[in-house]
């Protein structure tokens, strides 16, 4: 199967977390949100310009700019 980026999800899209390619800071703070491998996600909403996208992880909608959700990967459902 083909890895995706999350930012690449258009609203109603679901994606299983493959892997995560940031460390660091930001590698803590996606964990720490629910953005583990084997989550399902769902993007929810776009903002009208495309940036930021809100996603439904865990019960809980979360807003990434794309800049930030580029480095989740996963496959599409």
């Given at each position: 199967?083909?890895?995706?980026?999350?930012?690449?999800?258009?609203?109603?899209?679901c994606?299983?977390?493959?892997?995560?390619?940031?460390?660091g800071?930001?590698?803590?703070?996606?964990l720490?949100?629910?953005?583990?491998?084997?989550?399902?996600?769902?993007?929810?909403?776009?903002?009208?310009?495309?940036?930021?996208?809100?996603?439904?992880?865990?019960?809980?909608?979360?807003?990434?700019?794309?800049?930030?959700?580029?480095?989740?990967?996963?496959?599409?459902?």
């Amino acid at each position: 199967m083909r890895e995706y980026p999350l930012s690449d999800m258009k609203k109603g899209e679901c994606f299983y977390i493959t892997r995560l390619l940031t460390k660091g800071e930001l590698r803590q703070r996606l964990l720490d949100l629910g953005f583990v491998p084997g989550t399902k996600i769902e993007c929810v909403r776009i903002s009208p310009f495309g940036d930021p996208k809100a996603y439904s992880v865990r019960g809980t909608v979360i807003a990434l700019r794309n800049k930030d959700a580029s480095s989740v990967l996963g496959v599409k459902i």
